[in-house]
C-alpha cells in the first residue's frame, strides 16, 4: 500500500518506530499470550514507554493513532490487538471526551502511562444488539452514591482490568420512552468488593481475555458517574462511532497482515514443478482480495483523516467497519484454503487468522446491524 494522503515523512518515521516496537515488544509474546489468555500485566508499562499508550483520540495527533491501530492490525494477533485497542481506545475514549479533570486524573492518566487498565463493560447475555435491554441496575446507595447488579458478557480486558467503563441504568424508564434513557456510564473500580470476574474461552481473539464480569451490590460513589447521567444514549452514539473507526483500523492492517502471509505462501508452496500462483484460479483470488484491501484501507485512512478533523459521520465509521471486518472473513478464509492442511492445524496462523476474524463482524456492530444503519 502506499502511504496516506495525509501521511508526511513525520508520520512515515513513526509508522516505522511503531512497527519496530510491536515486534520487540508483542511478537516474541503473542502465542504465549494467546495460551495464558491475556498479555502479561508487565506488558502496558512496556507499551506505554514506548509511546504506544498516549496517542490522541482528537484532533491530527488521532492521524498517529490511525497508524498504530493499523499496525496493531498488522502484527496478525487479534488478541492482543482488542486488547490494546480497548485500553488506549475504545474504552478511554470515553473518559477522553466526557471524563471530569478529577476522572481523567485517577483513571485515563494512569491508564495512558500503562499503570491501570481498562475495559469497557456494554454488553449483556440479553442486550448486544439491541441495548435497550439492559438490566445492569444502579440505585441510590444509603449514605451518598450508588450500588450497582448486573452482569456483564464478553468485556475484552475484563479479568485482569483496573477498571470499567460500564453501561448502567440509573433510572427506571416504561414504554415508548424505555430504549437507553435513563442510562449512564459509570467508572468501576474492578477491586471494590462485589466485582466478580471470570475468563470466557473463545473461538478466537484468546489474547484478548474476554471475560464475564458480575456485579453484586457494587458500591460506586457518585462522581464516578461518566458524562451525563441518564443521558449516556448521546454519549455511547458518539463512542460507538469512534469504536467502529478503531475497529476498522485494526481489520484493515489485520487483512494487510493475511495477505503478506497468503503472499509468501502462494509463490512459496510448490505442486509439481509450479508454485501456487502460477495457477490462475490462485493468483485472481489473491489479486481480488488485494485489489479489495486497496479499496477499504484507503477507505479507513480517509474516515482517519475525517475523524481528526472532527467531520467523521456515522455512515463513514460503519462502512469502514463493515468492510474491513468482512473482507478480513474472506481474506482469513482463502488463506485457510490455499494453504491447504497445513492451514487447519490448530496452531498454524492461518488457522489462527481464521478463528479470529469472525469475532470481527460481530464485536462492535454485528454485520446485520450495520447493514441495517447503512
Ligand atoms: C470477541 C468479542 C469481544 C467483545 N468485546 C466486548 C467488550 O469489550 N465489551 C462489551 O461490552 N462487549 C463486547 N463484545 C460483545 C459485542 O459487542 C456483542 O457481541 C455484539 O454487540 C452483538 O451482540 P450479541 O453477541 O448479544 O448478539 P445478538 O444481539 O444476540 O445478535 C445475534 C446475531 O443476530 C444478528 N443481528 C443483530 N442485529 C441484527 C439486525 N438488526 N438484523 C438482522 N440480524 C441481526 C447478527 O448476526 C448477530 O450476530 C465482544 C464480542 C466478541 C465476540
Same mark, same amino acid.
Request: charged residues 25%; hydrophobic residues 40%; neutral net charge.
Given at each position: 500500500?502506499?502511504?496516506?494522503?495525509?501521511?508526511?515523512?513525520?508520520?512515515?518515521?513513526?509508522?516505522?518506530?511503531?512497527?519496530?516496537?510491536?515486534?520487540?515488544?508483542?511478537?516474541?509474546?503473542? /502465542?504465549?499470550?494467546?495460551?495464558?489468555?491475556?498479555?502479561?500485566?508487565?506488558?502496558?508499562?512496556?507499551?506505554?514507554?514506548?509511546?504506544?499508550?498516549?496517542?490522541?483520540?482528537?484532533?491530527?495527533?488521532?492521524?498517529?493513532?490511525?497508524?498504530?491501530?493499523?499496525?496493531? +492490525?498488522?502484527?496478525?494477533?487479534?488478541?492482543?490487538?482488542?486488547?490494546?485497542?480497548?485500553?488506549? %481506545?475504545?474504552?478511554?475514549?470515553?473518559?477522553?471526551?466526557?471524563?471530569?479533570?478529577?476522572?481523567?486524573?485517577?483513571?485515563?492518566?494512569?491508564?495512558?502511562?500503562?499503570?491501570?487498565?481498562?475495559?469497557?463493560?456494554?454488553?449483556?447475555?440479553?442486550?448486544? @444488539? /439491541?441495548?435497550?435491554?439492559?438490566?445492569?441496575?444502579?440505585?441510590?446507595?444509603?449514605? +451518598?452514591?450508588? =450500588?450497582?447488579?448486573?452482569?456483564?458478557?464478553?468485556?475484552?480486558? +475484563?479479568?485482569?482490568?483496573?477498571?470499567?467503563?460500564?453501561?448502567?441504568?440509573?433510572? /427506571?424508564?416504561?414504554?415508548?420512552?424505555?430504549?437507553?434513557?435513563?442510562?449512564?456510564?459509570?467508572?468501576?473500580?474492578?477491586?471494590?468488593?462485589?466485582?466478580?470476574?471470570?475468563?470466557?474461552?473463545?473461538?478466537?481473539?484468546?489474547?484478548?481475555?474476554?471475560?464475564?464480569?458480575?456485579?453484586?451490590?457494587?458500591?460506586?460513589?457518585?462522581?464516578?458517574?461518566?458524562?451525563?447521567?441518564?443521558?449516556?444514549?448521546?454519549?455511547?452514539?458518539?463512542?460507538?462511532?469512534?469504536?467502529?473507526?478503531?475497529?476498522?483500523?485494526?481489520?484493515? +492492517?489485520?487483512?494487510?497482515?493475511?495477505?503478506?502471509?497468503?503472499?509468501?505462501?502462494?509463490?512459496?508452496? =510448490?505442486?509439481?514443478?509450479?508454485?501456487? %500462483?502460477?495457477?490462475?484460479?490462485?493468483?485472481?483470488?489473491?489479486?481480488?482480495?488485494?485489489?479489495?484491501?486497496?479499496?477499504?484501507?484507503?477507505?479507513?485512512?480517509?474516515?482517519?483523516?475525517?475523524?481528526?478533523?472532527?467531520?467523521?459521520?456515522?455512515?463513514?465509521?460503519?462502512?469502514?467497519?463493515?468492510?474491513?471486518?468482512?473482507?478480513?472473513?474472506?481474506?482469513?478464509?482463502?488463506?485457510?484454503?490455499?494453504?491447504?492442511?497445513?492451514?487447519?492445524?490448530?496452531?498454524?496462523?492461518?488457522?489462527?487468522? %481464521?478463528?479470529?476474524? @469472525?469475532?470481527?463482524?460481530?464485536?462492535?456492530?454485528?454485520?446485520?446491524?450495520?447493514?441495517?444503519?447503512?
Amino acid at each position: 500500500m502506499n502511504r496516506a494522503f495525509w501521511e508526511t515523512e513525520r508520520h512515515e518515521e513513526f509508522r516505522a518506530r511503531v512497527r519496530e516496537a510491536l515486534r520487540d515488544s508483542v511478537l516474541p509474546h503473542a /502465542d504465549r499470550w494467546e495460551e495464558q489468555g491475556h498479555l502479561d500485566p508487565a506488558v502496558w508499562k512496556t507499551l506505554a514507554a514506548q509511546g504506544l499508550l498516549d496517542r490522541g483520540h482528537q484532533g491530527e495527533a488521532f492521524l498517529d493513532s490511525a497508524i498504530l491501530l493499523e499496525e496493531l +492490525g498488522r502484527t496478525g494477533y487479534a488478541g492482543v490487538r482488542a486488547s490494546v485497542g480497548v485500553h488506549a %481506545y475504545m474504552a478511554t475514549s470515553y473518559l477522553d471526551l466526557f471524563g471530569t479533570p478529577e476522572q481523567k486524573a485517577a483513571y485515563l492518566e494512569p491508564a495512558r502511562r500503562g499503570e491501570r487498565l481498562a475495559a469497557l463493560a456494554i454488553t449483556e447475555a440479553e442486550a448486544g @444488539s /439491541d441495548l435497550s435491554r439492559l438490566t445492569t441496575r444502579a440505585r441510590p446507595r444509603d449514605g +451518598g452514591g450508588l =450500588r450497582v447488579d448486573g452482569e456483564k458478557l464478553y468485556v475484552a480486558n +475484563g479479568s485482569q482490568a483496573s477498571f470499567f467503563v460500564a453501561l448502567v441504568r440509573t433510572r /427506571d424508564e416504561t414504554g415508548a420512552r424505555r430504549g437507553l434513557t435513563g442510562a449512564s456510564l459509570v467508572l468501576i473500580d474492578a477491586d471494590t468488593p462485589g466485582v466478580h470476574r471470570t475468563a470466557q474461552r473463545m473461538l478466537g481473539w484468546r489474547s484478548a481475555d474476554v471475560s464475564k464480569v458480575v456485579l453484586e451490590d457494587v458500591a460506586v460513589p457518585e462522581d464516578r458517574v461518566l458524562g451525563r447521567r441518564d443521558h449516556a444514549l448521546l454519549h455511547i452514539v458518539q463512542g460507538l462511532d469512534f469504536e467502529r473507526l478503531a475497529a476498522g483500523l485494526l481489520a484493515v +492492517g489485520g487483512v494487510t497482515h493475511c495477505l503478506e502471509l497468503l503472499d509468501a505462501h502462494v509463490r512459496r508452496r =510448490r505442486l509439481k514443478d509450479t508454485p501456487l %500462483y502460477g495457477h490462475q484460479a490462485i493468483r485472481h483470488a489473491v489479486a481480488d482480495l488485494m485489489a479489495d484491501h486497496e479499496l477499504v484501507a484507503r477507505y479507513g485512512r480517509h474516515a482517519a483523516w475525517l475523524h481528526s478533523r472532527g467531520e467523521l459521520d456515522s455512515r463513514t465509521a460503519t462502512v469502514l467497519k463493515l468492510k474491513a471486518t468482512e473482507l478480513a472473513v474472506r481474506a482469513a478464509h482463502v488463506c485457510l484454503q490455499f494453504h491447504g492442511a497445513q492451514g487447519c492445524l490448530d496452531d498454524s496462523t492461518a488457522a489462527r487468522l %481464521y478463528r479470529d476474524a @469472525s469475532a470481527g463482524t460481530i464485536a462492535a456492530g454485528a454485520s446485520e446491524l450495520l447493514r441495517d444503519l447503512i
